[in-house]
């Protein structure tokens, strides 16, 4: 993700000390560093990384009223006047510097950055594209389920029509027909008792994703902090304390908008009332951009400053309509080998040599690169074999719905005939 990119900024003034004055300008929060530039002179005056601050404040004096301090390594910046509010810019901040100390990318990111091998890197990459997989793995089962489900209703209405036809037969018949009785006895003794076997998806769904954001409701400047967590049968965002907010069904969502990398909002549109919207800002929503645009990809729709976004996550390392196992070995193929052959490993496999062959690999690092592998492989068998299950089940789901339209097309002559 490109460091430079803008999450967010914020019309203020900042306390100048060296010249013991305000200057007005705009505070600007991206990825893993906050900016403030001066509107007058168009001067950085202030540049540094997330991972060197130790401390946000709302703080006031005699003088300055509603502002906003950053205590950075041994130094405090002082911001006020910031628009829309205080709050809103605290909140947000505040936000986006314990996520990036949280993170792998914490303190210490830019020496560790430094210090990271080839190795590590393509470990990183590989898990991350390991997780993707199995949420979509996740995303697959219930939609299997559903298929299933689908299947069992169908053949609950084959049975139906089934004791319908023989129905019709016994109106149909003469009343000196003798096994009338039977005809009307049979249906009744021989079906069964059908109860519910479905039970209720969101006591049994699991949780794909769950990631801290800020909440946004509608177009209200107010911000809070809450969760957004991704169901495979919709999304729910909750406050801090876990208490629902607002859930939307897969079927609920009209629309989600990419503003950034890092800012979405959901939409249930209504007719003669107020649409139902949230507006979500994450450090995490990287991560559920794919989830939401594999559930929702006829509903997503990536704004201009997200395009940026659209080519990073169609590439080998993202893009779930690929083979990851393609992906993976691409990566590894694509490192810069050594100039100096490597020998004398006899009783090592071929996958552990060239994996040995790439640079600045060690041991330890291709057995945990080899079994990623593995895994990875493994997951990408068994998610196209339920593709191919669920491809045979939609086939069946077609074919009963014809037979049952047929069915009730000829019952519904049968009938008028009767009538």
């Known amino acids: 993700m490109n460091e430079d990119l803008r999450i967010h900024s914020w019309p203020c003034s900042y306390y100048l000390d060296t010249g013991k004055q305000w200057v007005s300008g705009r505070l600007l929060l991206t990825p893993v560093a906050i900016k403030f530039t001066a509107d007058k002179t168009g001067e950085l005056l202030v540049n540094f990384h997330l991972s060197s601050i130790s401390e946000i404040k709302k703080e006031s004096s005699n003088l300055i009223f509603s502002s906003l301090t950053i205590l950075e390594k041994n130094t405090k910046h002082w911001f006020s ?123 049994q769904e699991g949780i794909i994703i769950r990631i801290p954001v800020i909440i946004t409701h509608r177009t ?58 949230y507006r979500l800002l994450s450090a995490k929503m990287p991560e559920a951009i794919p989830i939401l645009e594999m559930q929702f990809s006829k509903k997503m729709q990536f704004l201009e400053d997200a395009l940026g976004f659209v080519g990073a996550r169609k590439s080998p390392q993202v893009d ?40 600045k690999i060690s041991q330890e690092e291709a057995k945990e690169l080899k079994q990623i592998l593995q895994k990875l492989k493994g997951l990408a068998l068994e998610t196209e074999a339920e593709l191919e299950r669920q491809d045979e089940a939609l086939d069946s789901i077609t074919t009963s719905v014809d037979r049952a339209t047929l069915n009730i097309d000829k019952q519904n002559r049968r009938i008028k005939k009767l009538t």
């Not at 003469?174 to 969101?202: H, I, M, N, Q, Y």
């Not at 993976?328 to 090592?348: C, D, F, I, K, W």
């Open 320 to 359: 779930l309509g690929t083979s990851i196992w393609q992906a993976a070995t691409g990566l590894l193929g694509g490192v810069v080998q050594p100039s100096s052959p490597v020998g004398g490993r006899e009783g090592m496999d071929s996958d552990q040599v060239q994996l040995q062959k790439q640079e």
């Open 81 to 203: 006047s910031l628009q829309p509010s205080r709050n809103v810019v605290f909140n947000i901040l505040e936000h986006f510097w314990r996520e990036q100390l949280l993170s792998s990318q914490g303190a210490g990111a830019e020496a560790a950055a430094l210090q990271s091998t080839k190795g590590k890197e393509l470990t990183g990459l590989l898990t991350g594209s390991q997780k993707r997989l199995e949420d979509t793995a996740k995303v697959l089962h219930y939609q299997g389920e559903q298929f299933d489900n689908i299947m069992r209703g169908l053949n609950k209405i084959e049975g139906d029509m089934d004791v319908a036809d023989r129905l019709l037969t016994e109106l149909e018949s003469p009343s000196w027909w003798p096994f009338s009785s039977k005809l009307w006895k049979a249906p009744l003794e021989t079906k069964p008792k059908e109860t519910a076997t479905v039970s209720d998806s969101k006591n």
């Open 220 to 277: 209200d400047s107010n911000v809070k902090p809450g969760k957004l967590t991704l169901f495979t049968s919709g999304l729910e965002i909750s406050d801090c304390n876990s208490q629902v907010i607002h859930r939307f069904e897969s079927k609920d969502v009209d629309d989600i908008r990419v503003h950034t990398p890092y800012e979405i909002s959901v939409r249930q549109r209504f007719i003669g009332k107020p649409d139902t919207s």
